[in-house]
């Protein structure tokens, strides 16, 4: 019964489409007249509820000439988060057609250009859903996580998809810093009134990294009437952000409630498989041919962030084309030891932080990475994280791992807090300067 639908499914949906929404269904049963389908993710439950289950139901009666109902149960979620099951790479498909220049599109970031997988598979799901029912099922949608995980491409990949299915849909993609300068140029320039026509008459609204809103109280204004406006006229709304909007300080309350109106979903650091997947998708793009033991050897390298990731390529591409060698396993090694190498000239390393720190308040590396919450061992351990963050280049969930695998952000609250401290605290000040001299030389 199923095979029949899922046939009819195939012919009809676009290859996108399919993949996501009806080729990740499991048929479990049929009994009472009831269909049991197997969901991955509540996304997809709600998807199929509202664009999907009233059509199919038709369809099933046709098939089996028999009153049927469908169910939906989602897949538990506990279990491996189908890392294994959805590593699909999907196919480039058509070039990325170029569109009105107002949009501020970036004509790479495509959903065709996004590989799932761990990590992102709910994300690009939720978002999908925003492109092909735009205001309909989550709004607004916020995709949030950590630097370089794909939530620009991924949002700009809604906007291309809006258009693509509707050409004359009027797509505004924005940073939140870019929202503020148009507005208080608005407001220097007494232009108010285009300001509002243009952001309150689009059909799609991307607005990135919202964090940025944060101590902006005139723009947090602005931008709750301009939210309102769309959201009563059930036009789409999506943001980003590297937390979730409640932990973001000095966001208004209000816009807070608004954003929690629809739903938030996060993208966390992709899997071994899923890095080797971009890369491949990546070096087919630049027309390199590059063995699966090179491809998995660059994306061992580098685990938390994809930017990183296609730069180690790119590092790699270069010293083989300046070398002229080819690209193989050793020659990737050679060129990313250099790499290794900057990065231990310049010298340090979260566990060199940890240890110092530890010295410095007569503690353990193991009170740093622990989870005891008693004064004398809080505050250096977010000192700690404090100084990761500002003198190493890793992200936010990598420092969160190696304190104890905590959450990135815990590193983000140890990090706000201790910023706002030492706007206050001299003493404080005196023990940065002096560890920053302990670990600086
Ligand atoms: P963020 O906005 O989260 O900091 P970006 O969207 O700018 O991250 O992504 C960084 C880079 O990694 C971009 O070049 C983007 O195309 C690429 N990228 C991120 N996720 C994926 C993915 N799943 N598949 C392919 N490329 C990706
Ligand atoms: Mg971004």
């Known amino acids: 019964l199923w095979q029949q639908l899922d046939a009819e499914y195939k012919k009809t949906f676009e290859p996108l489409s399919y993949d996501t929404w009806i080729k990740t269904v499991v048929p479990l049963q049929v009994s009472n007249q009831t269909l049991v389908l197997e969901v991955p993710s509540q996304y997809h439950a709600d998807y199929w509820r509202i664009r999907l289950i009233d059509q199919a139901t038709v369809s099933l009666q046709k098939i089996s000439g028999e009153n049927l109902n469908i169910k939906l149960v989602v897949k538990n979620e506990h279990e491996d988060p189908a890392a294994k099951e959805y590593p699909a790479v999907i196919d480039p498909g058509e070039p990325g057609q170029v569109y009105s220049h107002d949009t501020h599109l970036n004509d790479k970031y495509t959903f065709e250009n996004f590989v799932t997988g761990g990590g992102n598979y709910l994300a690009q799901a939720a978002a999908l859903s925003a492109a092909e029912e735009p205001g309909q099922i989550y709004n607004p949608l916020n995709i949030y996580g950590g630097v370089g995980l794909g939530k620009?491409?991924?949002?700009?990949?809604?906007?291309?998809?809006?258009?693509?299915?509707?050409?004359?849909?009027?797509?505004?993609?924005?940073?939140?810093?870019?929202?503020?300068?148009?507005?208080?140029?608005?407001?220097?320039?007494?232009?108010?009134?285009?300001?509002?026509?243009?952001?309150?008459?689009?059909?799609?609204?991307?607005?990135?990294?919202?964090?940025?809103?944060?101590?902006?109280?005139?723009?947090?204004?602005?931008?709750?009437?301009?939210?309102?406006?769309?959201?009563?006229?059930?036009?789409?709304?999506?943001?980003?952000?590297?937390?979730?909007?409640n932990e973001i300080p000095k966001l208004e309350d209000r816009l807070v409630s608004r954003f929690k109106w629809g739903l938030s979903t996060d993208i966390t650091p992709p899997d071994l498989e899923t890095r080797i997947a971009i890369l491949r998708n990546k070096a087919q793009a630049e027309g390199l041919e590059i063995d699966d033991q090179t491809l998995s050897y660059i994306a061992s390298q580098i685990d938390t962030n994809i930017r990183e990731l296609e730069g180690a390529l790119v590092r790699v591409q270069a010293y083989c084309t300046i070398n002229k060698i080819d690209i193989n396993l050793e020659n990737a090694m050679a060129a990313l030891r250099g790499l290794q190498e900057i990065s231990a000239e310049r010298g340090l390393s979260i566990s060199k932080i940890q240890e110092i720190v530890a010295q410095y308040y007569r503690l353990q590396v193991s009170d740093l990475t622990g989870k005891k919450r008693t004064k004398n061992i809080v505050e250096p351990r977010q000192i700690a994280m404090y100084l990761s963050r500002e003198l190493t280049e890793n992200s936010l969930p990598k420092i969160g791992k190696e304190f104890g695998g905590k959450d990135h952000t815990t590193v983000i609250h140890a990090y706000d807090k201790i910023s706002q401290n030492l706007l206050s605290d001299a003493e404080l000040k005196k023990q940065l300067s002096d560890l920053r001299k302990l670990l600086q030389g």
């Open 152 to 245: 620009t491409h991924l949002m700009q990949a809604i906007g291309h998809e809006v258009l693509r299915r509707n050409p004359k849909a009027k797509v505004k993609y924005v940073t939140s810093e870019e929202f503020a300068n148009d507005f208080i140029n608005s407001i220097q320039t007494r232009r108010q009134e285009e300001f509002r026509r243009e952001y309150r008459s689009v059909d799609l609204l991307l607005v990135d990294d919202i964090q940025f809103f944060a101590e902006k109280e005139a723009t947090q204004e602005e931008f709750f009437h301009t939210f309102n406006k769309l959201y009563e006229n059930k036009k789409q709304i999506v943001l980003t952000s590297d937390r979730v909007p």
